[in-house]
């Protein structure tokens, strides 16, 4: 079991966690979930996340789960 599985994302407990991109753009490298977008109908699942950059504020939603993809995010500030 790797430590992905003992750790899984909840789209919902991730307000105001911190990213690193493994990849920076535009000197943005840290970024802060600034905000969980819930779906029109209470039933549906969360499917995207609002992503603010630490260095410029500058906003960007992403589907929540390609913050499981350590190829492009890492958790926490690095």
Request: proline share 6%; net charge positive.
């Amino acid at each position: 079991m790797n430590s992905k599985d003992q750790n899984p994302l909840s789209p919902k407990k991730l307000l105001l966690t911190k990213w690193t991109a493994v990849k920076p753009l535009h000197k943005r490298k840290h970024f802060l979930v600034s905000k969980v977008i819930l779906p029109e109908l209470a039933e549906q699942a969360i499917e995207f996340v609002e992503l603010e950059a630490v260095f410029d504020q500058h906003s960007q939603v992403i589907p929540w789960r390609e913050l499981k993809d350590s190829g492009i995010w890492l958790q926490g500030w690095i």
